[in-house]
């Protein structure tokens, strides 16, 4: 299982990049308005998100546009930025010819808004290099969202597409995790990956029965020390 963090904070990327954990960034525009930026920052800001991870390192930038021919021009666009640069598109009629002709072109597509294993299976067989369902949001209106990423995981991991295999793709991202629950559940079924927000990230660091194990040592160690 590969972690990625799902953010656009530069602070929070390099934080999460200094543990040595971190194979890849996921952004979306909610994600980069959540950092003040402005529409003629975004592409400098992807320019310094891939800066900081290293060229080896997946950096999801998503696009906005909304026929076919926009997104291609600004995959085309977002790709020539930096070489770790991944087009970002949701699941769409419009999206799948798109990600048809960027993955012949050798650009990777990370086909986002994910909800079910059919719209999977298209977004794996139109050439997607990644695939992002989305958990939380089932778990939102009280569905059950692994469940859902068990469908995807499984019915993906049944075929071979002829794109990105030479790479181990296409990869499956557990996308909208709210829970170190969500990260082990998608763990424990195989998905390659999971795309975490900097909260829940810290929050798989940690465990009560750590922090209360680091306290008893602090607390013995003092009397070690002649500090208690
Ligand atoms: C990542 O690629 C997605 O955009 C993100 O995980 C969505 O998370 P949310 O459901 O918390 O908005």
Redo the contacts with the bound molecule.
Sequence with gaps: MKFFI?TADLDEIKQAASWGILSGV?T?P??YSRTGGKLADFEPHMVKICQIVGKDVPV?A?STAETTEDMIAEGRRLAALAPNIVV?LPICEESLPATHQLASEGIRV?M?LVFSAAQALLAARAGARYI?P?V??FDDIAEDGIDRLNDVVTAVKNYEYGYWEQEGGPEI?T????TPNHVVKAALMGADIA?V?FAALKKCVHHPLTDRGLEGFAKDWAKVTGQA
């Design positions: 799902d996921t979306n909610t994600l999801s998503e970002k990370n986002t992002s989305f939380g949001r991202i996308a909208s995790v709210r795309t927000p």
